[in-house]
């Protein structure tokens, strides 16, 4: 019934910039809070940045001043402009959506997309 699809991962060298973009399709009534997560190899997934329906944001510290998150939404999107990357960024980012179905517009359900890849090299 919905889906959601990330895009824009890729391989960057230090100090560079990626963007990564988040579409959200199908039945869906309205969107709460959207979020980026990422996983690097043996460590848990952590929380980037989060942004809500009315466009107050949060961020991790590890990326304050350098990754800005956005979202349209009539559009459904949700975008992270990621700069100044650091090998340690290195990870699988993770779009994250809370969305309120046509069918069931009283509560919220938790989607994922599937990961996409961003690499920083030294």
């Known amino acids: 019934q919905v889906q959601v699809v990330e895009s824009g991962g890729g391989l960057v060298q230090a100090g560079g910039s990626l963007r990564l973009s988040c579409a959200a399709s199908?039945?869906?009534?309205?969107?709460?809070?959207m979020a980026w997560y990422r996983q690097a190899p043996g460590k848990q997934r952590e929380l980037v940045a989060r942004i809500t329906s009315g466009g107050s944001t949060e961020y991790a510290d590890s990326v304050k001043g350098r990754f800005t998150i956005s979202r349209d939404n009539a559009k459904n999107t949700v975008n992270l402009q990621m700069n100044s990357l650091k090998p340690e960024d290195t990870a699988v980012y993770y779009c994250?959506?809370?969305?309120?179905?046509?069918?069931?517009?009283?509560?919220?359900?938790?989607?994922w997309g599937q990961g996409t890849q961003v690499t920083v090299s030294s």
């Open positions: 994250h959506a809370d969305i309120f179905l046509t069918t069931n517009p009283a509560s919220a359900y938790r989607y």
């Open positions: 199908g039945s869906i009534f309205r969107i709460d809070l």
